[in-house]
């Protein structure tokens, strides 16, 4: 198994550009999230999926836009790119409370955007 | 709403000797509480959870943390570092709300451990 696959690991844009996170699970899991990493600041979330078909803003959701594409696919898209959106980006997926993995996320490698 | 607080940036240990990374929460019911790891330019990974039962908690690794309602802390603990054991490390409060699948997880802001030999 995989795990969570997030493509691409490198990006660089210019101001105003747009792009496409991908990230892909496949562990069957219902939920699924975006995070951005910036230094001395944690993860902080941007949006989640709690099931297919529902996607809800997290704590930094501005400047970003998802889609919950499948079960499996949760795309992360920059419609206008700005240098504040330099960051490392990661996915991540749970399984359901209750189920033999209750409430762990599991993290893809991350995608580093840098935006001039 | 919850949160998560790491009150040390750097934590600096020698091998073999025993490890404390601090974490303290804030959530309103009952915690689900989480420990990660993150190694140099790749994702997080877990290492232990408590949901519910003994306060004392092994994961992976050797890891272990102790959950002190009193104190609304959860400290990352172990015996003996590693030289290995040098990464960042996240603590993580997870409220599940009224939907079991909505859960959204807080982290702190991370604490770099470093064991020199």
């Known amino acids: 198994n995989a795990g969570v696959t997030q493509t691409p690991k490198f990006q660089v844009l210019k101001t105003g550009q747009s792009m496409t996170l991908q990230c892909a699970q496949d562990?069957?899991?219902?939920?699924m999230y975006w995070y951005r990493q910036d230094p001395g600041m944690g993860l902080r979330l941007i949006y989640y999926?709690?099931?297919?078909?529902?996607?809800d803003k997290g704590e930094v959701p501005n400047g970003y836009n998802v889609s919950r594409l499948n079960k499996r696919e949760f795309s992360l898209r920059l419609e206008s790119a700005a240098p504040s959106q330099t960051s490392v980006y990661f996915c991540a997926s749970s399984g359901r409370a209750g189920g033999p993995n209750t409430g762990e996320l599991f993290f893809g490698e991350g995608s580093r955007l840098t935006v001039l | 709403a919850q949160s998560v607080a790491q009150p040390e940036d750097q934590v600096n240990v020698a091998e073999g000797n025993p490890l404390t990374v601090k974490c303290t929460y804030s959530v309103s019911g009952n915690p689900y509480l989480f420990w990660y790891v993150q190694y140099p330019n790749r994702g997080l990974q877990f290492l232990l959870k408590y949901i519910t039962g003994d306060n004392l908690v092994k994961g992976s690794y050797g890891f272990e943390a102790e959950f002190n309602k009193s104190q609304t802390s959860f400290h990352l603990k172990k015996p003996s570092a590693l030289v290995s054991d040098s990464a960042l490390y996240f603590c993580?409060?997870?409220?599940?709300?009224?939907?079991?699948?909505?859960?959204?997880?807080?982290f702190g802001d991370g604490t770099t451990l470093t064991v020199k030999p």
């Open positions: 999926s709690a099931s297919e078909g529902t996607t």
């Open positions: 993580a409060v997870r409220d599940f709300g009224s939907d079991t699948n909505a859960g959204k997880s807080t």
């Open positions: 562990m069957n899991h219902n939920s």
